[in-house]
Protein backbone atom coordinates (compact mmCIF):
# COMPACT_ATOMS: atom_id res chain seq x y z
CA UNK A 1 0.00 0.00 0.00
CA UNK A 2 1.53 3.72 -0.61
CA UNK A 3 2.88 5.70 2.71
CA UNK A 4 0.21 7.30 4.27
CA UNK A 5 -2.79 5.53 6.18
CA UNK A 6 -2.58 2.40 5.28
CA UNK A 7 1.41 2.31 4.50
CA UNK A 8 3.39 -0.70 5.40
CA UNK A 9 0.50 -3.33 4.82
CA UNK A 10 -0.01 -5.25 1.57
CA UNK A 11 -2.45 -4.33 -1.09
CA UNK A 12 -2.02 -8.21 -2.39
CA UNK A 13 0.06 -11.15 -2.05
CA UNK A 14 0.61 -13.33 -5.07
CA UNK A 15 2.09 -16.89 -5.42
CA UNK A 16 3.81 -17.75 -8.45
CA UNK A 17 3.85 -21.10 -9.64
CA UNK A 18 5.84 -20.04 -13.00
CA UNK A 19 7.33 -17.24 -13.29
CA UNK A 20 8.06 -17.99 -16.97
CA UNK A 21 4.59 -18.51 -17.86
CA UNK A 22 2.10 -15.58 -18.88
CA UNK A 23 -1.54 -15.78 -17.46
CA UNK A 24 -3.90 -15.08 -20.29
CA UNK A 25 -6.98 -15.84 -17.86
CA UNK A 26 -8.51 -15.24 -14.38
CA UNK A 27 -10.55 -17.04 -12.19
CA UNK A 28 -12.19 -16.03 -8.97
CA UNK A 29 -12.24 -18.56 -5.93
CA UNK A 30 -13.78 -18.74 -3.40
CA UNK A 31 -12.33 -16.29 -0.48
CA UNK A 32 -9.94 -17.65 2.17
CA UNK A 33 -10.60 -17.02 5.80
CA UNK A 34 -7.93 -15.92 8.22
CA UNK A 35 -7.18 -16.62 11.39
CA UNK A 36 -4.40 -15.12 13.34
CA UNK A 37 -3.41 -12.63 10.67
CA UNK A 38 -1.99 -15.52 8.64
CA UNK A 39 -1.94 -16.94 5.24
CA UNK A 40 -0.37 -20.74 4.28
CA UNK A 41 0.01 -21.85 0.49
CA UNK A 42 0.06 -25.45 0.31
CA UNK A 43 -1.30 -27.95 -1.59
CA UNK A 44 -3.29 -30.70 0.27
CA UNK A 45 -1.26 -33.53 -0.27
CA UNK A 46 1.58 -31.49 1.96
CA UNK A 47 -1.52 -30.02 4.54
CA UNK A 48 -1.92 -33.48 5.97
CA UNK A 49 1.40 -33.62 7.16
CA UNK A 50 1.08 -29.83 8.91
CA UNK A 51 0.75 -30.09 12.32
CA UNK A 52 0.35 -27.41 15.14
CA UNK A 53 0.92 -28.15 18.42
CA UNK A 54 2.15 -31.43 17.97
CA UNK A 55 5.69 -31.06 18.40
CA UNK A 56 8.24 -33.41 16.39
CA UNK A 57 10.75 -34.06 18.88
CA UNK A 58 8.81 -33.67 22.06
CA UNK A 59 10.06 -30.36 23.13
CA UNK A 60 8.64 -27.06 23.33
CA UNK A 61 10.06 -23.34 24.24
CA UNK A 62 8.35 -20.88 26.79
CA UNK A 63 9.26 -17.40 26.41
CA UNK A 64 7.47 -14.06 28.03
CA UNK A 65 8.19 -10.33 27.28
CA UNK A 66 7.31 -6.99 28.85
CA UNK A 67 7.62 -4.35 31.53
CA UNK A 68 7.99 -6.60 34.53
CA UNK A 69 10.08 -9.19 32.25
CA UNK A 70 13.39 -9.12 33.52
CA UNK A 71 12.26 -8.69 37.48
CA UNK A 72 9.80 -11.92 36.85
CA UNK A 73 12.94 -13.84 34.96
CA UNK A 74 15.03 -13.50 37.72
CA UNK A 75 12.25 -14.24 40.46
CA UNK A 76 11.65 -17.58 38.56
CA UNK A 77 15.10 -18.43 37.65
CA UNK A 78 13.97 -17.93 33.88
CA UNK A 79 17.13 -17.17 30.71
CA UNK A 80 17.58 -13.80 29.23
CA UNK A 81 16.72 -14.36 25.65
CA UNK A 82 18.03 -12.00 24.36
CA UNK A 83 15.97 -9.25 22.51
CA UNK A 84 13.91 -8.16 25.96
CA UNK A 85 12.63 -12.06 25.36
CA UNK A 86 12.95 -14.44 28.45
CA UNK A 87 11.60 -18.13 29.31
CA UNK A 88 12.93 -21.33 29.01
CA UNK A 89 13.85 -23.67 25.55
CA UNK A 90 13.97 -27.00 24.81
CA UNK A 91 11.34 -27.95 27.58
CA UNK A 92 10.18 -31.56 27.23
CA UNK A 93 6.23 -31.41 26.87
CA UNK A 94 5.78 -32.87 30.44
CA UNK A 95 7.74 -30.16 32.04
CA UNK A 96 5.83 -27.36 30.50
CA UNK A 97 3.57 -26.64 32.97
CA UNK A 98 6.04 -26.52 35.86
CA UNK A 99 7.27 -23.59 34.00
CA UNK A 100 3.51 -21.81 32.83
CA UNK A 101 1.57 -22.48 36.07
CA UNK A 102 3.48 -20.43 38.53
CA UNK A 103 4.18 -17.55 35.76
CA UNK A 104 0.29 -17.58 34.83
CA UNK A 105 -0.36 -17.24 38.51
CA UNK A 106 2.27 -14.38 39.32
CA UNK A 107 1.27 -12.60 36.13
CA UNK A 108 -2.67 -12.68 36.66
CA UNK A 109 -2.39 -11.97 40.76
CA UNK A 110 -0.37 -8.90 40.08
CA UNK A 111 -1.30 -7.33 36.79
CA UNK A 112 2.18 -7.48 35.40
CA UNK A 113 3.16 -6.44 32.30
CA UNK A 114 3.90 -9.76 30.47
CA UNK A 115 2.78 -11.66 27.45
CA UNK A 116 3.80 -15.08 27.37
CA UNK A 117 4.35 -17.44 23.90
CA UNK A 118 4.25 -20.87 24.06
CA UNK A 119 6.09 -22.30 21.47
CA UNK A 120 6.19 -26.10 20.80
CA UNK A 121 8.47 -27.36 17.97
CA UNK A 122 5.64 -28.06 15.66
CA UNK A 123 5.14 -27.23 11.72
CA UNK A 124 3.38 -23.92 13.15
CA UNK A 125 6.26 -22.80 15.42
CA UNK A 126 8.59 -23.36 12.66
CA UNK A 127 6.93 -21.37 10.26
CA UNK A 128 6.52 -18.50 12.94
CA UNK A 129 10.00 -18.40 13.53
CA UNK A 130 10.82 -17.52 10.22
CA UNK A 131 8.11 -15.05 9.82
CA UNK A 132 9.63 -13.52 13.07
CA UNK A 133 13.00 -13.18 11.23
CA UNK A 134 11.71 -12.13 7.98
CA UNK A 135 11.19 -8.25 6.95
CA UNK A 136 8.62 -9.30 4.69
CA UNK A 137 6.42 -11.60 7.20
CA UNK A 138 6.81 -14.62 4.61
CA UNK A 139 8.80 -17.76 4.77
CA UNK A 140 8.36 -21.73 3.59
CA UNK A 141 8.87 -25.21 4.94
CA UNK A 142 8.98 -28.37 3.47
CA UNK A 143 6.13 -30.80 3.69
CA UNK A 144 5.99 -34.38 2.28
CA UNK A 145 8.71 -32.77 0.16
CA UNK A 146 6.90 -29.99 -1.72
CA UNK A 147 7.61 -26.68 -0.50
CA UNK A 148 4.90 -24.53 1.12
CA UNK A 149 4.63 -20.70 1.69
CA UNK A 150 3.23 -18.71 5.05
CA UNK A 151 3.21 -15.10 5.95
CA UNK A 152 1.07 -13.01 8.04
CA UNK A 153 -0.82 -10.47 5.83
CA UNK A 154 -0.76 -7.38 8.17
CA UNK A 155 -4.49 -6.87 7.65
CA UNK A 156 -5.67 -9.22 11.05
CA UNK A 157 -8.32 -11.98 10.36
CA UNK A 158 -11.25 -12.06 7.78
CA UNK A 159 -12.40 -13.25 4.52
CA UNK A 160 -10.15 -12.05 1.52
CA UNK A 161 -10.92 -12.59 -1.87
CA UNK A 162 -8.79 -15.10 -3.71
CA UNK A 163 -7.97 -15.41 -8.07
CA UNK A 164 -5.99 -17.56 -10.12
CA UNK A 165 -4.70 -16.91 -13.09
CA UNK A 166 -3.91 -19.50 -15.73
CA UNK A 167 -2.12 -19.62 -18.98
CA UNK A 168 -3.56 -20.80 -22.23
CA UNK A 169 -3.23 -24.62 -21.39
CA UNK A 170 -5.15 -23.72 -18.49
CA UNK A 171 -2.40 -24.63 -15.47
CA UNK A 172 -2.75 -22.21 -12.83
CA UNK A 173 0.59 -19.90 -12.72
CA UNK A 174 -0.14 -17.67 -9.92
CA UNK A 175 -2.10 -16.95 -7.32
CA UNK A 176 -3.27 -14.21 -5.83
CA UNK A 177 -4.86 -12.74 -2.47
CA UNK A 178 -6.51 -9.28 -2.42
CA UNK A 179 -6.17 -7.87 1.05
CA UNK A 180 -6.24 -4.14 0.88
CA UNK A 181 -9.43 -3.66 -1.10
CA UNK A 182 -11.69 -0.64 -0.68
CA UNK A 183 -13.94 -2.55 1.21
CA UNK A 184 -11.55 -3.79 3.77
CA UNK A 185 -10.17 -0.27 3.62
CA UNK A 186 -13.70 1.00 4.77
CA UNK A 187 -14.10 -1.95 7.26
CA UNK A 188 -10.89 -0.85 9.26
CA UNK A 189 -11.64 2.55 9.42
CA UNK A 190 -14.93 2.20 10.91
CA UNK A 191 -13.17 -0.27 13.29
CA UNK A 192 -10.82 2.38 14.22
CA UNK A 193 -13.43 5.21 14.59
CA UNK A 194 -15.52 3.27 16.76
CA UNK A 195 -12.97 2.51 19.16
CA UNK A 196 -12.06 6.37 19.46
CA UNK A 197 -13.97 9.06 21.72
CA UNK A 198 -16.36 11.82 21.63
CA UNK A 199 -17.16 15.58 22.79
CA UNK A 200 -20.20 14.88 24.80
CA UNK A 201 -22.11 18.27 26.58
CA UNK A 202 -23.44 17.31 30.36
CA UNK A 203 -26.17 17.95 29.37
CA UNK A 204 -26.61 14.60 28.03
CA UNK A 205 -23.82 12.86 30.47
CA UNK A 206 -25.59 14.02 33.69
CA UNK A 207 -28.71 15.84 32.74
CA UNK A 208 -30.16 12.47 31.23
CA UNK A 209 -30.97 15.04 27.82
CA UNK A 210 -30.85 12.39 24.31
CA UNK A 211 -28.58 13.44 21.64
CA UNK A 212 -30.03 15.72 19.19
CA UNK A 213 -27.87 16.92 17.27
CA UNK A 214 -24.44 15.93 15.86
CA UNK A 215 -21.21 17.10 14.37
CA UNK A 216 -18.24 15.66 12.76
CA UNK A 217 -15.39 17.96 13.53
CA UNK A 218 -11.93 17.84 12.36
CA UNK A 219 -10.20 15.06 15.05
CA UNK A 220 -7.56 17.05 17.72
CA UNK A 221 -5.95 13.92 18.23
CA UNK A 222 -5.46 10.09 17.31
CA UNK A 223 -8.08 8.91 19.58
CA UNK A 224 -10.00 11.51 18.63
CA UNK A 225 -13.47 10.91 16.51
CA UNK A 226 -14.55 14.32 15.69
CA UNK A 227 -17.59 14.14 16.48
CA UNK A 228 -19.56 16.49 19.04
CA UNK A 229 -22.54 15.18 20.04
CA UNK A 230 -25.02 18.51 21.98
CA UNK A 231 -28.63 18.10 23.18
CA UNK A 232 -29.89 21.29 21.61
CA UNK A 233 -30.41 22.98 25.14
CA UNK A 234 -26.56 24.18 24.94
CA UNK A 235 -26.19 28.56 24.84
CA UNK A 236 -23.29 29.38 23.35
CA UNK A 237 -22.07 30.70 26.77
CA UNK A 238 -21.97 26.97 27.84
CA UNK A 239 -20.06 25.59 24.93
CA UNK A 240 -16.80 28.31 25.55
CA UNK A 241 -16.53 26.58 28.66
CA UNK A 242 -14.85 23.45 28.23
CA UNK A 243 -16.05 21.94 31.72
CA UNK A 244 -19.25 21.58 29.67
CA UNK A 245 -18.09 19.25 27.74
CA UNK A 246 -16.49 15.58 28.48
CA UNK A 247 -14.93 13.25 26.50
CA UNK A 248 -16.80 9.69 26.42
CA UNK A 249 -15.53 6.70 24.29
CA UNK A 250 -17.62 6.35 21.49
CA UNK A 251 -18.81 2.61 22.18
CA UNK A 252 -20.11 3.33 25.28
CA UNK A 253 -22.30 5.99 23.43
CA UNK A 254 -23.36 3.28 20.33
CA UNK A 255 -24.75 1.11 23.18
CA UNK A 256 -27.22 3.29 24.21
CA UNK A 257 -27.94 5.18 20.95
CA UNK A 258 -27.64 2.66 18.18
CA UNK A 259 -28.79 4.67 15.72
CA UNK A 260 -25.66 6.71 15.47
CA UNK A 261 -23.99 3.97 13.69
CA UNK A 262 -25.97 5.15 10.62
CA UNK A 263 -24.02 8.79 10.87
CA UNK A 264 -20.80 7.34 11.93
CA UNK A 265 -18.98 7.40 8.44
CA UNK A 266 -19.91 10.67 7.60
CA UNK A 267 -16.84 13.47 6.44
CA UNK A 268 -15.29 16.35 8.87
CA UNK A 269 -17.97 18.90 8.57
CA UNK A 270 -21.22 17.06 8.38
CA UNK A 271 -24.06 18.09 10.99
CA UNK A 272 -27.14 15.78 11.99
CA UNK A 273 -29.91 16.49 14.00
CA UNK A 274 -32.80 13.52 15.35
CA UNK A 275 -35.60 13.28 13.91
CA UNK A 276 -37.44 10.03 15.14
CA UNK A 277 -35.35 7.36 15.70
CA UNK A 278 -32.58 8.00 13.79
CA UNK A 279 -30.92 11.72 12.55
CA UNK A 280 -31.21 13.32 9.28
CA UNK A 281 -28.42 15.89 7.51
CA UNK A 282 -29.23 19.34 9.24
CA UNK A 283 -29.88 22.02 6.05
Known sequence: MPAGEFGGRWRSIDVVVDGEAEAVRTEQVAGVMVDHGQLLFTGLGPMRRFRM??????????????????????????????????????????????????????????????????????????????????????????????????????????????????????????????????????????????????????FITEGGEPIRFAERLEPAAEEDSGWLFTSGLETEESMEDSDNVVIVPLRSLLGRYKELNAILDAPVGAVFRREGDGFVPEE
Not at 114 to 120: A, S
Not at 132 to 154: F, P, T, Y
Not at 162 to 188: F, N
Request: charged content about 30%; proline content about 3%.
Open 53 to 202: WEPEDGLADYVFRGGDAPALAKELGASDLGGGLYGWKDLPMERVGEKATPLQERIERDGLAVGVDYRPHCNLEKLNAGLRASEEDAASLVLDGARVVGCGNRWGDGIFAVSRHLDAKGRTVRVRVELGTEERQKLLRGIRLRQGKALVTR
